[in-house]
Each structure stands twice: as structure tokens, then as C-alpha cells.
């Protein structure tokens, strides 16, 4: 939705004809939240085979229903215009991966719609997103492309729950200060296992990407800034940290111990923090009434000072009811609690508002850390 919604304002600056305009606008379109593509010129080539083939779909690739743990699936060639086909071969590589991992699978089993039972153990039991196409055989083996589609085997999805970033000076609760050189390690240990860090804002990519992860930090505590610099040290070509950073709306700005205004401008024109909401005075949602203030005034503050939107809310101290999550429903899509687990659909009410996560502590080793994000 939000994607329409800039590409209608670009549509309005190329109108005015203003170029300055319309180039700043394409790199605010281009600068957050993108996500690494293979080499245009694999992409180019896959293309231009496709062309050669003259691609024309001719029938459709049809795929049985998976539920969250299914590791299998059968897909079948469907309303074919041609039916003097007696093979076909599906190509099929995982979406995260380059067309180049390619597998062929052939059926010729046409009394069943040339059906062919595809297992994720063909690709090492990965999972996430699959492209496949079907291609009739000729008699001279000569392949044409007739279908194309996509199916996907939903992956689980950590989303690390931070607060301080900093030794802890006897201030606080210890539990919530995770060091800078562990929190370091931590974030290189994702770099090294090649994951995905994802905002939500990149939600229906996760099953795109491989290892999709989400780094969230609760409080807007100033010592957030540590991990701002941790990221940006750690970003290359490569690897290109995101976080989210949950801040509580009425502390900006109020002391030296929260983020500032100038704090929040400098983690959202890094590219790598999306700014969320924590409420705006670190609420106890469910003995309030004015939902509207914390919910709503919240988000359109944060949303006034960073220029973007506001979609996820971290429930203070992770409390909600029912109450609370249908009052959430009317501003967010996005909610997490502070419940242990990793995410994956099961296509449940509300499940994007009742968000487990996997919470770093002072005393997480390093080891445990791979454990959990495993
Ligand atoms: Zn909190």
C-alpha cells in the first residue's frame, strides 16, 4: 500500500517537472529497506532465454496446498492449450537463491496432469519461497516454456528483542544491558551466517531472503546509538543491517538518557533503523482507556518526525489483552510481545498482532545466541 502511495507522489513531482525533486525522491524510494538482487546481468540472461523461447503461458502450473511444516508438495500442469505433450520439465530454484541453482524434474505422467511430488530435501531442506516452470518436450527433446509460477514453505522467523546497548553501571536492570562488544559479536555472527536483516517494512519479503531475522530494540534508550555505530561498522556491499528501533513517543527529546530528535534523524537517514512505536508514555495498555493517545498520537508523532510510516508496536513491558489487541488492530499491523518464540504463519486471527519474541540478555553467550536465532 505505502509502495503506491510514493510511487503516486513521484508520478505528482515528475508532473510538476521538477528533476531536482523527482531525483531526490527516487533515492528516498531507493535508500531504505532495499534488499540485494542477484547480478542484473543473471538476471538479464534468464530473460533473454525466456524471450528465445517465445513465452506465451499455455497452461497453468498448479500447486497443493502446504500447511506451515509441510516439506512437500505436488505440483501439477493445468489447463494446457497444447495437449499433445507427452513430458514436462519443471525447473525450479528457491526465490532467495540465483536461478543458476537450478534443478529439472521431469513428468511424464500426463494421465495426472503431469503431476510430480517435489521435495525441499532436492535443495537441502531449505526453505522460503520456490519459482517453477514448466516446459513441454518436443519429440526432439527441444524444451518450451509454458508456465511459470511460485510456492512457498513459510520459514521461521526470530525477531531479537533489545534494550540497552552499553555496560551496565549499576543503573537499571542488568538483564536489559547487553555490552557493545557483545552485541558486536552478535550482530557479526549474523553478518558470518549470511542472514537477512529485515524491518517490517520488509515483511512479505521473508520468505524471499535467506535466514530472514528481525533486531529490535524496546525504550529508545540514547545508548541506542552504540548499535547504530555497530551497524554501520559492520555494513558492506553484502551485508546491509536493519533494525527497528521501538521508541516510547513523549521521552524524546526529555533527557540525556533517551534518544533526541537529532538521535532518531541520524538512525533513519543511515538507511538501517526503522523507527516504530513503544506507546507514547510507556502505557500499561490494558488498565487504560485512552487507546487514542497511546496508540494514535504515538504513531503520528513518530510519523511527523521521521517522515515515515508507522505500521509496528512493541506493547510496553509486553502486556495486551483482547482489548488491547482489537484497539491495536485500528492502527497497526504489526504488534510484538515479549512471549518466547520465532514467528511463522499458521495463518491464525491476529497472529501478526501477538508477535513472539526471542529475548538478548546480559548473560546471553555467544553460543547460546546461535542457538536461538538457529
Ligand atoms: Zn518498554
Not at 505505502?2 to 533515492?27: C, G, H, P, Q
Not at 514453505?153 to 538483564?175: R, T
Not at 555497530?230 to 521508541?247: H, S, Y
Request: proline share 4%; glycine share 2%; hydrophobic share 35%.
Amino acid at each position: 500500500m505505502y509502495k503506491y502511495f510514493w510511487v503516486s507522489f513521484f508520478a505528482l513531482f515528475l508532473l510538476t517537472n521538477s528533476e531536482i525533486a523527482a531525483k531526490d525522491m527516487e533515492r528516498e524510494l531507493q535508500r531504505p529497506f532495499t534488499i540485494t538482487t542477484f547480478p542484473s546481468s543473471l538476471i538479464e540472461e534468464n530473460e533473454e532465454l525466456k524471450k528465445r523461447n517465445v513465452y506465451r503461458p499455455m497452461a497453468t502450473i498448479s500447486i497443493a496446498p502446504t500447511t506451515y511444516n509441510s516439506t512437500e508438495t505436488t505440483i501439477t500442469t493445468v489447463e494446457r492449450k497444447d495437449e499433445n505433450a507427452n513430458q514436462i520439465d519443471y525447473h525450479i530454484w528457491r526465490t532467495a537463491d540465483s536461478p543458476l541453482t537450478m534443478k529439472k524434474f521431469t513428468s511424464t505422467d500426463k494421465e495426472r496432469n503431469f503431476s510430480f511430488l517435489f521435495d525441499t530435501s532436492e535443495f537441502l531442506a531449505q526453505r522460503g519461497e520456490y519459482q517453477v516452470e514448466a516446459y513441454m518436450v518436443d519429440e526432439q527433446g527441444i524444451e518450451k516454456l509454458i508456465a511459470q509460477n511460485t510456492f512457498c514453505f513459510e520459514q521461521s522467523v526470530p525477531i531479537l528483542m533489545y534494550h540497552a546497548i552499553d555496560e551496565f553501571k549499576g543503573k537499571g536492570l542488568q538483564g536489559l544491558f547487553v555490552s557493545p562488544a557483545n552485541f558486536e559479536a552478535q550482530m557479526r555472527y549474523l553478518k558470518e551466517n549470511k542472514y537477512t536483516l529485515l524491518t517490517f517494512e520488509q515483511w512479505d519479503e521473508r520468505n524471499k531472503v535467506n535466514k530472514p531475522i528481525l533486531v529490535t530494540f524496546d525504550d529508545g534508550m540514547k545508548n541506542n546509538m552504540n548499535a547504530l555505530r555497530i551497524l554501520q561498522a559492520l555494513e558492506d556491499e553484502k551485508f546491509l543491517p536493519r533494525a527497528t528501533e521501538f521508541v516510547v513517543a513523549n521521552r524524546i527529546d526529555t533527557s540525556p538518557y533517551w534518544l533526541s530528535s537529532e538521535d532518531i534523524k541520524e538512525m533513519v537517514s543511515s538507511g538501517i533503523f526503522s523507527i516504530q512505536s513503544h506507546t507514547l508514555t510507556h502505557a500499561d495498555l490494558p488498565i487504560i482507556s485512552n487507546f487514542d493517545n497511546e496508540l494514535n498520537a504515538s504513531k503520528q508523532k513518530i510519523e511527523n518526525l521521521t517522515g515515515y510510516p508507522v505500521m509496528a508496536i512493541a506493547y510496553p513491558a509486553g502486556q495486551f489483552n483482547n482489548k488491547v489487541v482489537e484497539e491495536t488492530r485500528k492502527h497497526y499491523t504489526f504488534a510484538v510481545t515479549t512471549k518466547s518464540g520465532q514467528f511463522i504463519s499458521k495463518d491464525q486471527p491476529n497472529e501478526l498482532l501477538l508477535l513472539r519474541r526471542v529475548r538478548i540478555s546480559n548473560e546471553t553467550t555467544l553460543r547460546q545466541f546461535a542457538w536461538l536465532v538457529h
